[in-house]
Each structure stands twice: as structure tokens, then as C-alpha cells.
């Protein structure tokens, strides 16, 4: 018998809804009833594609008696954290404080009010290395509850003060310079591993958006350092394990420090990033090779993540069934044996991939990697027949807002850079389901969406960020105005709803639903900070427009950037590659000329492949009635298709010259 779950959106909810928990979804009426039973409420956060999130389920929240105890004495509520990320975000800054570390699942206990008490994450089915098992903690839970109640209010209490001092003091001095920007590569490449590449030890992230700023920092100033930490840490990272030898595509991240084993969920913003960043490293360097990835990687997320509806969907899941029946396990999909190499015709060449008899996984299985050349012909194509028999993980389907906008600007830099149109169609496509699910005709945007029907949560500030920056990077590749507008509609939402009088911004809405704490983090996680994707879009809209209300809120909030980047530059790296657009200006490209002159075309195109960091690219007709600020009053030159650019109040002399438009943007 379905619970409460049973008519959500979020397919993480709906993989509990079978469950003998009576879960509830966050909803005031699930605390109402915690208050009017006298109980307190279960927090259990998650996501879709995490695989102790789903061992956990089947260890307890399937257990029939675990779940009558649970229901009894406590009110279950179920979060998924990409739903809610500000819901995650304040319990995890909880758990984190108690106990030093967090992560999924998360196990949150806490009164009526929302007031959080104890903390953890995974919890074992039976007493282990030191934790006890999930039945213990319930019912030691309940006993503090029934015979220590004063001592849990007050800890409760105390806990939720310290939480809401919290608040971010924000007076910052302004945006970056040139040294503060300097001292953040500085400390990069102290932290550089220069083995493997990447930054620190196990396990290891791909540092998307720290690669991201060490790219434009080369652009701007030739730092041969920067760019050799890009180069290597690329090269690891797609020739390692966590990358898909053979269908494309980045897992969340390696457990080890050499890139070899991944925990093989594969994400849409961890591969909406990267495909941007190969394409990048392309435009620095011309390397063949980072224009193989950066396509297969764009290609794996049309392909495999893209929905009915023209979205893109959240995740696939790291778990899937044995190929021999044996039941679910983590990576089965994606590892090999020789002797599974040898039945796909591939037994000669495992070496190629990597493939041993001792296996570089689990019970001798093996990661593909691709430790030397290329492959020999056809090898791949062999080896992905095969794989395609065997079971396939899970997709999580929920379209997420922030992360089809950073898929948008993913697929529209590489279809343009590749000659793809077919990928700036996908992109499109994405950005018109934000319009038509997503965006309310008040400007507010809703988070998720699954099959076409929007959920039930607002968006944060990382949604406005994100899609807003999606679709300027439509507008700089289409020139097609309604992207430009709704940017701004987006922006105007962020300036009036998440922006304090001191300028700092905030993750949630001034009129979201109150928390015990509102959510404010300046720092990035697996994606852009709300508050730096947010700096990176004002920034832009301010150089298409000139708006200097735009520009002097995404300075202000890049002052938060000069306070931490040059100390923990992998904590901010989208907030440094902002900083580095602002500081070299950004620049501003007018390309005017008749839409379908193929010499229009090529000036546009030699913008859009130019490195200047966060250029800011417009192409239109000329003299057109009511065109963007950038467009306005800028002529045919000869009766010819016509560039201009401009950095800061200065304007080079118009070019008609591809070649000259290129070198005007180095």
C-alpha cells in the first residue's frame, strides 16, 4: 500500500512510496501532526542516484518492524535535496556543525518546530564500527524524548540560536584584483597534485569550476602555470575511470586520488560543466583531444538524459543489476573482466582499456581507463554493443531547473565551437521547457519538474543564476532577443527577492517559506554557488545592456570573492572566473550584419571561439528599431557585415576582418 509520497513529482520520493515507513513530504501538516501526536519528526534526506541512500532503504525503511517502530513513536518526513536544497542546506549545516563531516543519506532528528536535535547519516541495520544500528538509534532517540524531555528542548533550542547567529557580515571592499586573482592561482597550484592532477588527495572532484577560472586567468594573462594545471588535470580525469571509456560522460567522482575508480553515478551538472570546460580548453589550445570529450560528453547528455518534454534529466543512478542476475550493485553497468572482454570480441585489446586479471574494482572486475594511445578501431563500438544487453541504471528524471541552465550554456558553446547545430537545438529545446514549465509570468521560477508537470518547490537563487546565465549564452549563439529579456526578468527577480540592503545574497526568496535559519552560502558545492552564478549573470546583463544597477550589484557581490579566494580558491572557483570576466572589462561584441550573410556568420563565430574571459557577444541586423544597448548605433562599415568591440568606455576601430576581430580579443 502506497504512503503519502505516492503523488509526488520527485522520483526519490517515489522510490519510497511503497515503503511500510508512512512517510510524509515536507509539509507544515506533517509538523502538525508531530505537535497534535506529541512525537518528534524523522528528517531523511536524499537524492535519487545515491547509492547509500538506497542500501539504507532496503536495510530499514523496507523492514517491516523497523518501520511499525518508527511509525508509532516518531513522524517520518522524506526530503529530496535537489527538491530542496534549502531544506538540505540548513540541516546539513547542522549535521556538519555536530559531527564534523556530512553527507547522504542524511538523518536528521528534530521537535514539532523544526528545531533539530540529533544528527547523522547512514545508519547500519546492526551495530558496526561504532555506530549503532538504525533500531537502537530510534529507540534511544524515543527514550531521550519521553525521559529526558527538558534536556532535548533545551538542546534543540540552543542549537537552533546558534544556527540563526549565523549570518553572513557583509561588508565587502569590492571586487578582485589582478593580485587577488594572482594569489588564488598561487595557492592552486600548492594544492596541485602534480601526479595525477586535480587538487588534494582522496576522494577526488572534478574541480569544474576551479578549471574554469584557471582558463580565463590564462586568457587574461598568459599564466603558463594556469593553464598547465588545466591541461593536466583534463587529460587524468578523461582518461581515468571516472570518465565513460565508452558512452561519454563524467561519474560524480573518483574514491581514489588517481581518477580510477568512480562512484559511477553520472550527474547532469558535473558533465554540464565539464563539457564547457573541454570546449574552453579547446578554444585555449586547439587540442584534439578535449574536442573529443567536450562532444562525447554533450553527446551523453542528449542522448541519455534528454526527456520527452525537450529537458534534461537529473541523473543516472549508480547502482543497476548484475549482468548475471546476482541482484543490484554499485557500477555494474559500467566494469569488465577479461573474461568479459574476450565474449565481446575484445580479449586481445583489454589492455587498451586498462582490464586485469586482478581488476582495478571489486571481486577482480575493472574500471575501463585509457592509460596509453587510442584504442584500435572498432574496439569501442564492440564493447558498447555489448554493454548495451546488460541491465541499465535508473534514471532520475526531475528536471531541475539550475542545472538545464547550465546544460543550456554546456550544449550551445559546444554545438557553436563543433559545428553541432543539432546541439544548440538540444539546448533550445531545454531552455524552452524553463520557459513553458518553469518560469511564471511573475518572473519566479519553479525548481523541478518531472513529464512536463512542475513540483511543488520555489527555485533558488542558484535556479535564477544558472538559467539566467543559460540563456544569455543562447542569446550570445542565436542573437534570438527573448533570451536577452528574460535574463533580465530573472535578474530583476534576484535584485527585488534575494539581494539584502547590504548587498549579500540569499539562497531562498524573501518570501520562501521560513526556515529556522535562511540559507546563505557564498561557497561552491558540485555546481556554482547561487551567489556567484547570480554575480556572473548580472555581470553579463549589465555589459549587454549597460545597466549600471546590474553592474554595481554583481561587483558587490564579488567582494565576497576577494575575501575568500585567494585562501581556499577550490571553494569559489565559479566567483574567481566571474572576478576574472569583470576585471577584463567583460569585453562587449556587437556583430551587425544580415542574418543570413555567411560573412556575418564568420565574425560571429570568430567571437564565440575567442578566450577573452566572460565576453559578452550580440549580433543583430543593423539600425533595428528598440535593439539591445550593445547593438544600438553601430552601422554596416562599407555596406559590409561590421564587428565591434569594446572593454570598459574604450572601443577598438571597427573590423569587417575576421582574422582582426580574433586579435582584438586576446
Not at 511573475?442 to 544558472?466: I, K, N, Q
Not at 554557488?529 to 556572473?536: D, H, R, Y
Request: net charge negative; charged share 25%.
Amino acid at each position: 500500500m502506497a504512503n503519502r509520497l505516492a503523488g509526488e513529482t520527485s522520483p526519490y520520493l517515489l522510490q519510497h512510496a511503497d515503503n511500510p515507513v508512512d512517510w510524509w513530504p515536507w509539509r507544515a501538516e506533517a509538523f502538525a501532526e508531530a505537535r497534535r501526536r506529541d512525537v518528534p519528526v524523522l528528517l531523511s534526506v536524499g537524492y535519487a542516484s545515491c547509492h547509500w541512500c538506497h542500501v539504507m532503504a532496503r536495510e530499514s525503511f523496507e523492514d517491516e518492524s523497523v518501520a511499525a517502530y518508527l511509525n508509532s513513536r516518531f513522524v517520518p518526513v522524506k526530503v529530496d535535496r535537489e527538491e530542496r536544497p534549502d531544506v538540505d542546506a540548513v540541516y546539513m549545516e547542522a549535521v556538519q556543525a555536530a559531527t564534523g563531516q556530512g553527507g547522504w543519506p542524511m538523518t536528521v532528528f528534530m521537535t514539532p518546530d523544526g528545531e533539530p536535535f540529533y544528527f547523522g547519516t547512514y545508519f547500519p541495520p546492526e551495530p558496526r564500527s561504532g555506530m549503532p544500528s538504525f533500531a537502537q538509534l530510534l529507540e534511544g532517540v524515543h527514550a531521550a524524548w519521553t525521559d529526558r524531555r527538558g534536556e532535548v528542548d533545551q538542546v534543540a533550542a540552543q542549537i537552533t540560536r546558534e544556527l540563526a547567529d549565523r549570518r553572513l557580515s557583509y561588508d565587502a571592499p569590492g571586487p578582485p584584483g589582478a593580485e587577488d586573482l594572482a594569489a588564488a592561482v598561487r595557492a592552486l597550484d600548492g594544492e596541485f597534485d602534480v601526479a595525477h592532477g586535480g587538487f588534494g588527495g582522496a576522494p577526488k572532484f572534478p574541480p569544474a569550476m576551479t578549471l574554469e577560472f584557471l582558463l580565463r586567468h590564462h586568457a587574461r594573462t598568459g599564466s603558463a602555470d594556469a593553464l598547465r594545471m588545466v591541461e593536466a588535470t583534463c587529460e587524468a580525469m578523461a582518461r581515468g575511470g571516472i570518465y565513460d571509456q565508452l558512452g561519454g560522460g563524467f561519474a560524480r567522482y573518483a574514491v581514489d586520488a588517481t581518477w580510477t575508480v568512480p562512484h559511477f553515478e553520472k550527474m547532469l551538472y558535473d558533465n554540464a560543466l565539464l563539457a564547457r570546460v573541454y570546449t574552453h580548453l579547446w578554444r585555449a589550445t586547439g587540442s584534439v583531444f578535449a574536442r573529443r570529450i567536450a562532444l562525447e560528453t554533450a553527446d551523453f547528455m542528449v542522448r541519455e538524459l534528454r526527456t520527452a518534454e525537450g529537458g534534461l534529466a537529473s541523473a543516472l543512478d549508480a547502482d543497476s543489476e548484475r549482468p548475471d542476475g546476482g541482484g543490484h550493485a554499485e557500477g555494474a553497468f559500467y566494469v569488465w573482466t577479461p573474461e568479459e572482454m574476450a565474449e565481446a570480441g575484445a580479449g586481445d585489446a583489454a589492455g587498451a582499456y586498462g582490464v586485469t586479471r586482478a581488476g582495478t574494482f571489486e571481486a577482480g572486475d575493472s574500471v575501463l581507463r585509457l592509460p596509453g594511445a587510442e584504442p584500435p578501431p572498432g574496439l569501442r563500438e564492440r564493447l558498447l554493443a555489448a554493454r548495451a544487453a546488460r541491465p541499465r541504471p535508473e534514471r532520475d528524471d526531475k528536471v531541475v531547473a539550475a542545472w538545464n541552465g547550465l546544460a543550456g550554456a554546456a550544449l550551445a558553446e559546444t554545438g557553436v565551437c563543433f559545428d553541432r547545430p543539432d546541439l544548440v537545438a538540444a539546448a533550445t529545446d531545454a531552455a524552452g521547457l524553463l520557459v513553458r514549465v518553469h518560469l511564471g509570468a511573475d518572473g519566479r521560477l519553479t525548481r523541478t519538474s518531472r513529464d512536463g508537470r512542475p513540483g511543488a518547490s520555489a527555485g533558488v537563487l542558484d535556479d535564477y543564476g544558472d538559467v539566467a546565465e543559460g540563456f544569455l549564452a543562447l542569446y550570445a549563439v542565436t542573437g534570438d532577443r527573448p533570451w536577452l529579456d528574460r535574463a533580465g526578468t530573472l535578474l530583476e527577480t534576484v535584485l527585488t527577492r534575494f539581494t539584502g540592503d547590504d548587498g549579500a545574497l540569499y539562497d531562498t526568496a524573501d518570501d520562501a517559506e521560513e526556515l529556522i535559519r535562511r540559507p546563505q552560502d557564498p561557497t561552491d558545492g558540485a555546481t556554482p554557488s547561487g551567489w556567484t552564478a547570480a554575480a556572473g549573470a548580472l555581470l553579463s546583463y549589465a555589459a549587454y545592456t549597460g545597466s549600471g544597477r546590474h553592474r554595481a550589484a554583481a561587483e558587490r557581490a564579488l567582494g565576497i570573492v576577494r575575501a575568500l579566494g585567494p585562501r581556499a580558491p577550490r571553494f569559489i572557483g565559479w566567483g574567481l572566473a566571474v572576478a576574472e570576466a569583470a576585471l577584463d572589462g567583460p569585453r562587449e561584441v556587437a556583430v551587425v550584419g544580415p542574418r543570413n550573410d555567411p560573412a556575418t556568420a564568420e565574425l560571429h563565430r570568430a567571437a564565440l571561439v575567442a578566450t577573452a574571459p566572460g565576453a559578452v557577444i550580440a549580433r543583430g541586423e543593423p539600425d533595428v528599431p528598440g535593439a539591445p544597448p550593445l547593438l544600438a548605433d553601430r552601422p554596416l562599415r562599407d555596406g559590409r557585415a561590421t564587428a565591434y568591440v569594446c572593454r570598459g568606455f574604450v572601443c577598438s576601430a571597427p573590423t569587417t576582418d575576421p582574422a582582426e576581430l580574433a586579435a582584438q580579443l586576446r
